[in-house]
């Protein structure tokens, strides 16, 4: 079965940081582009960032860009998201999905991992 | 960036009934317009993808069309499971953009 697994999520404080993962299972990860979206209460979906099958590409939003960082390992099929100095405006369900080239439509998500940054 | 403007940004309708969703974009994007459906707390679904064609395992009654900037969503019958928010997204360039949904209620 094809699918994408996210977590780390959690409680952080203003200014915090984590790290969420997205482990990919019944396809071949290395060979997909993959994003992550985030969706926050009584909000729209985001788009948050974006990278190429071999990570050697990445794209950022203006508003988590210089705070997070997107990575991948190809050899542990998982894809990573590192978040620094999170803020109120972060909270919110974030969800890995992949896409089959650059141009194409997210055709497989995760369920998503919820951060919420309060103190 | 480009600009997602969708509308309505909700709609009731009745079982049966034929539901149209429209998503204008700032500037041309060929046809590189995503739709998804969304219910709550659940991940998005790819519905339409390149504007007009069906995702795998997506019944018939839903189609896309347009191209350059204006796309439209229609769900030729509307059935009990088909009541969710729906999203269009432009892949042509990033940032990736959503539009900012259409909530489909029960009258």
């Known amino acids: 079965e094809v699918q994408l697994v996210e977590s780390g999520g959690g409680l952080v404080q203003p200014g915090g940081s984590l790290r969420l993962s997205c482990a990919a299972s019944g396809f071949t990860f290395s060979m997909y582009w993959m994003h992550w979206v985030r969706h926050a209460p009584g909000k729209g979906l985001v788009w948050v960032s974006r990278?190429?099958?071999?990570?050697?590409?990445?794209r950022y939003a203006d508003s988590v860009k210089g705070r997070f960082t997107i990575s991948r390992d190809n050899a542990k099929n998982t894809l990573y998201l590192q978040m620094n100095s999170l803020s109120a405006e972060d909270t919110a369900l974030y969800f890995c999905?992949?896409?089959?080239?650059?141009?194409?439509?997210?055709?497989?998500w995760g369920q998503g991992t919820t951060v919420t940054v309060s103190s | 960036d480009i600009q997602m403007t969708q509308s309505p940004s909700s709609l009731s309708a009745s079982v049966g009934d034929r539901v149209t969703i429209s998503c204008r974009t700032s500037?041309?994007?060929?046809?590189?317009l995503n739709w998804y459906q969304q219910k709550p707390g659940k991940a998005p679904k790819l519905l339409i993808y390149a504007a007009s064609s069906l995702q795998s395992g997506v019944p018939a009654r839903f189609s896309g069309s347009g191209s350059g900037t204006d796309f439209t969503l229609t769900i030729s019958s509307l059935q009990p499971e088909d009541f969710a928010t729906y999203y269009c997204?432009?892949?042509?360039?990033?940032?990736?953009?959503f539009g900012g949904g259409t909530k489909v209620e029960i009258k």
């Open positions: 997204q432009q892949s042509y360039s990033t940032p990736l953009t």
């Open positions: 999905a992949r896409v089959r080239a650059e141009k194409w439509g997210m055709d497989v």
């Open positions: 500037q041309s994007i060929i046809n590189y």
């Open positions: 990278i190429n099958s071999d990570g050697s590409s990445t």
